[in-house]
């Protein structure tokens, strides 16, 4: 324990270090706009509630579209989807903000459209979902991606491209957590002796209907719990990962 005036000057030194990471994210972000691109078929067909469509429909008529790739588990209930990509679609419920600057925003998934659709519905999510089952990258590909794509009139371009925690940036919450005096109490967390001893990666991203944090059969991730009909579950019914 320190008087304020201790406080504030301990706070003005790390803010020192604060402002060069900033400083060299902002080299970062510099560097990505130079990154070589690659074009893509524009013309190639994801499918969406409409039906098939060209991946150029995706940016809705703006220049620049940033997707991500959620992971899907075939067959397995709304319970048994992915936990850590529900955690970035679910931040990345609304895009007026994307949208105002002039970037489109979707989520594509290798799931068949009528699974997806069924549990878009029942997320209540509204940013544009589409399959893209069967197609190869850079539309398709890998799942768990934050990937974005730019348009020149017919042609389209891959031109960035990250998954692992370099998602973490879509997901305001964890950047609160590092702020917090405990931060995410995970094991790999660096904290003062005496802290609260940490869990496992993740471990809060799921639980069962009574709040309990668990990625055992009966869990959900845990903004289900939120939706309509979300009653307690006994199994997390995954049968396969495309």
Not at 71 to 78: I, L, Q, T
Not at 112 to 129: I, L, N
Not at 174 to 187: A, I, K, Q, V
Not at 196 to 220: F, K, L, V
Request: with cysteine.
């Amino acid at each position: 324990m320190v008087d304020l005036a201790t406080w504030q000057a301990a706070r003005a030194e790390l803010l020192v270090r604060e402002k060069a990471h900033t400083r060299e994210g902002d080299a970062l972000a510099a560097a990505r706009r130079r990154l070589p691109m690659v074009e893509l078929d524009g013309t190639v067909e994801v499918v969406g509630p409409d039906g098939p469509v060209p991946f150029l429909d995706l940016f809705q008529g703006r220049d620049e579209l940033v997707v991500y790739k959620h992971m899907w588990h075939d067959g397995a209930p709304h319970q048994g989807q992915c936990e850590g990509c529900t955690t970035t679609a679910w931040h990345l419920k609304d895009a007026g903000y994307l949208n105002a600057r002039g970037v489109s925003f979707a989520i594509l998934t290798t799931g068949r459209w009528d699974e997806v659709a069924s549990y878009v519905e029942f997320m209540g999510y509204t940013q544009p979902w589409y399959s893209v089952r069967d197609v190869d990258a850079p539309v398709g590909g890998g799942m768990g991606y934050l990937t974005c794509f730019l348009r020149d009139g017919d042609r389209a371009f891959l031109t960035y491209s990250t998954t692992g925690r370099g998602n973490e940036p879509a997901s305001g919450s964890f950047g609160l957590l590092d702020m917090t005096p405990y931060g995410r109490r995970e094991t790999w967390g660096d904290n003062p002796e005496g802290w609260p001893e940490g869990r496992g990666w993740c471990w809060y991203w799921r639980s069962d209907a009574d709040g309990n944090a668990t990625w055992g059969p009966t869990s959900r991730p845990v903004p289900q719990w939120t939706r309509p009909g979300a009653t307690p579950v006994e199994t997390l019914g995954r049968q396969g990962h495309h």
